[in-house]
């Protein structure tokens, strides 16, 4: 599966600790993240990890193209709710794709130790289903 880690500043630590609790799961799969997300997963676990623009850059924008092409399975995307962003218009694109395209979507650690405990029993194995990719 391909999955997407992305988090907003106040939400990093947040994150880390969550790649960390869940890294032998995330091991086992293709991992993308936003510019600064990502470099700090791969400084602090051992999770390789493809790294788009940082998330004000277009690196949201960029993980939406993968989901409106079908090649992301689920998106975390550890949201900072208090804080405004100045590219709230892209993260409310991104979250708008993953409805559009029923991507499995956590905008908090709640939501996404349920996600990645559906992972781990073959909950989303459908994604894998039929063709697609390309
Ligand atoms: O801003 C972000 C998501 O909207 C995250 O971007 P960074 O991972 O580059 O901080």
Redesign the pocket.
């Known amino acids: 599966m391909n999955i997407a880690l992305?988090?907003?500043?106040r939400k990093k630590d947040d994150l880390i600790q969550f790649a960390t609790a869940y890294e032998p799961i995330f091991a086992q799969h293709t991992l993308y993240?936003?510019?600064?997300?990502?470099q700090r997963v791969i400084d602090e676990t051992s999770l390789q990890v493809n790294r788009f623009r940082?998330?004000?850059l277009g690196?949201?924008q960029q993980i939406g193209a993968m989901v409106a092409q079908d090649k992301m399975d689920m998106v975390i995307f550890f949201r900072d709710p208090l804080t405004a962003?100045p590219?709230e218009p892209?993260?409310t694109a991104l979250i708008r794709l993953c409805d559009v395209y029923s991507i499995p979507l956590a905008t908090n650690m709640g939501t996404a130790e349920v996600l990645l405990k559906g992972l781990e029993e073959g909950f989303i194995d459908w994604r894998l289903l039929g063709e697609r990719r390309g």
Not at 6 to 9: E, Q, R, T
């Open positions: 992305i988090a907003h500043d993240a936003t510019g600064t997300t990502g940082s998330g004000p690196g949201d962003q590219h892209d993260v």
